[in-house]
């Protein structure tokens, strides 16, 4: 099985894509530096992006099933790669799920593994336009932010994510069944496992935006030219101050979720469901002194998720001195030509490889980093021509 802290692959030499969407089957062959992926709308840009990401997360970034992604007509999908290391030493994994069958996954340390095998083998950041949501959408488009970076850094913290998903689904199961026979002694079994990884995971969460916050100020300093300031703060689903909660040890968090749960316990009964706990955080993102989501502008809102993701990139960089795959899909076209370039001269330029999905080849050729190969892949009805 995988450890951290192993000699890990920086670059993906080979992917291939069978029955994926729109792709029957395709193999492609990436350069050590910008692949540029060209091609009109609907045409399979963004699957190939996503096959790197079923690799490397199991999962694509889109809001989408794997049953959604077979190929019309298919009962599967596969979806491998190889990459390799500084020191010459190879990596592959190989994705496979389709509309009746489990997800299977295996690579170079196994066979029929599990997702937290392979997260974080294979350091990914990823912008997409799905990603404006980050800035101004819902608590749980933030979270999302953090759990995905947060568990290509430490395997301890996505097995914690993975317990609190099944506690809250046991939970809310037995809260559900109210109506019919309830067992108050096992519903509290279940309550005391949940103020345990509450704690744990709101501990990891809080260290983790202490960690981010000088990543995420430089980035921004940078690309505004320091003409405006910017906050980024950790909002738990606890009634405390941020003095309190800076302070607070493991323990003293168990008793405020305890106490929590204890003070909501008779509205989870009348509700049927779980009403608090680390699933409803939040992450704040100020500007000039007002949350962003309601002040700032479309243009502020495009620097700061720029400045989020070379954030995101600098400190996964840096946490696992691993330099990470970059996967930009079609951002350009969202970006004015002075934040494309400045993209090129901060992310991309310290990325060392690159993934880039356009309908715009010349203006990414025009702005990529001249001293970085580059190789370019036009793509249309789900087939793959390198040009």
């Not at 100020?217 to 689903?237: F, H, K, N």
């Amino acid at each position: 099985m995988r450890r951290y802290g192993a000699s890990l692959p920086v670059v993906v030499t080979s992917l291939t894509l069978q029955n994926l969407r729109n792709h029957v089957l395709s193999d492609v062959e990436f350069c050590d530096g910008t692949n540029v992926i060209f091609g009109p709308n609907g045409a399979g840009k963004t699957t190939i992006l996503e096959a790197l990401s079923l690799c490397a997360l199991t999962k694509t970034f889109l809001p989408t099933s794997d049953a959604e992604l077979v190929t019309r007509g298919a009962d599967t999908y596969r979806v491998e790669c190889s990459s390799i290391s500084d020191t010459g030493s190879p990596y592959s994994v190989r994705v496979t799920a389709g509309t009746s069958v489990r997800k299977t996954i295996s690579s170079s340390y196994g066979k029929n593994l599990k997702p937290k095998d392979i997260i974080g083998v294979i350091p990914i950041v990823i912008l997409s336009p799905d990603d404006k949501s980050i800035t101004f959408g819902a608590p749980a488009d933030r979270r999302t932010f953090v759990d995905r970076l947060l568990s290509q850094c430490s395997q301890r913290y996505l097995e914690e994510l993975m317990q609190l998903r099944r506690i809250l689904k046991q939970r809310n199961a037995l809260l559900a069944a109210r109506a019919g026979f309830f067992d108050r002694s096992q519903f509290e079994v279940w309550t005391s496992r949940l103020v345990q990884t509450s704690a744990e995971i709101t501990i990891r969460r809080r260290n983790f935006i202490r960690d981010f916050i000088p990543y995420f100020l430089d980035a921004y300093r940078t690309l505004s030219l320091g003409t405006e300031e910017v906050e980024i703060g950790y909002v738990p689903d606890l009634n405390v101050t941020s003095d309190v909660l800076v302070t607070s040890t493991k323990e003293d968090l168990e008793r405020l979720y305890a106490a929590h749960a204890e003070k909501l316990d008779t509205d989870e009964l009348r509700r049927q469901v779980t009403l608090w706990g680390p699933q409803k955080d939040d992450l704040e993102i100020r500007i000039n002194g007002g949350r962003a989501r309601e002040h700032a502008s479309q243009g502020q809102h495009k620097s700061l998720l720029i400045c989020l993701k070379n954030a995101e990139f600098e400190y996964l960089r840096a946490t696992r001195n691993e330099t990470p795959l970059l996967l930009l899909d079609d951002i350009f076209s969202e970006l004015d030509e002075l934040r494309t370039s400045r993209v090129f001269e901060t992310v991309i330029a310290s990325a060392r490889q690159c993934f880039i999905t356009t309908t715009e080849q010349e203006r990414i050729r025009n702005s990529a980093v001249d001293a970085r190969p580059v190789r370019s892949f036009f793509v249309r009805s789900g087939s793959i021509e390198q040009i």
